[in-house]
């Protein structure tokens, strides 16, 4: 019987660019939906659809397995 692993990926986000770590995420989901067969337009609809807070909490729900987000300081961000 064969079992399943998942790997965790870290990933450092500075805050005082918010714009850049937007665009950085957004290339990220991009990425994972590919890899993992995910609707990727639904998923950027749905990113972009507010505030960056809210990108946080959307790419942490669809990938938060897979990818940890991480402030500068290594805080986890908004788990």
């Given at each position: 019987?064969?079992?399943?692993?998942?790997?965790?990926?870290?990933?450092?986000?500075?805050?005082?660019?918010?714009?850049?770590?937007?665009?950085?995420?957004l290339e990220y989901a991009?990425?994972?939906?590919?890899?993992?067969?995910?609707?990727?337009?639904?998923?950027?609809?749905?990113?972009?659809?507010?505030?960056?807070?809210?990108?946080?909490?959307?790419?942490?729900?669809?990938?938060?397995?897979?990818?940890?987000?991480?402030?500068?300081?290594?805080?986890?961000?908004?788990?």
């Open positions: 019987m064969a079992i399943k692993s998942k790997a965790i990926m870290q990933i450092q986000l500075d805050q005082n660019d918010a714009e850049k770590i937007g665009e950085d995420l991009e990425t994972l939906c590919e890899a993992l067969g995910m609707d990727n337009q639904k998923i950027m609809k749905e990113m972009t659809s507010s505030d960056l807070p809210h990108l946080f909490r959307t790419f942490n729900s669809y990938f938060g397995e897979y990818i940890e987000l991480l402030d500068t300081d290594n805080t986890v961000l908004n788990k």
